[in-house]
């Protein structure tokens, strides 16, 4: 994944994603316990609905994920990327 250039806290569109990924055209949320709630299910469906329209591809992984597994939230982000 070294060949990617990631951006922590970026805007696009009226959001600011958690990274980003922009020749990549990938952008990783990581959310919270709060994201579990139906209300916030809800809005990230909707921020990842224009978040796509803008052209990205839009992952989410829990923050207990990167604690926990790293390595595999690592494993699932570079096989997501273009291979080209």
């Known amino acids: ?3 990617w250039k990631f ?13 980003v990924t922009l020749d990549g055209k990938l952008i990783v949320e990581v959310d919270g316990v709060t994201h579990a709630e139906p209300s916030e299910v809800a ?12 052209g990205f591809l839009v992952v989410r992984v829990s923050n207990t ?18 291979s080209d």
């Not at 922590?8 to 959001?15: M, N, S």
Request: charged residues 35%; hydrophobic residues 35%; proline residues 4%.
């Open 1 to 3: 994944m070294a060949r």
């Open 7 to 19: 951006r922590r806290q970026h805007p696009i569109d009226r959001y600011v994603v958690d990274f």
């Open 43 to 54: 809005k990230d469906k909707a921020r990842s609905e224009v978040l796509e329209t803008c």
């Open 65 to 82: 994920d990167v604690y926990d597994n790293l390595e595999g939230v690592l494993e699932m982000i570079e096989s997501t990327l273009p």
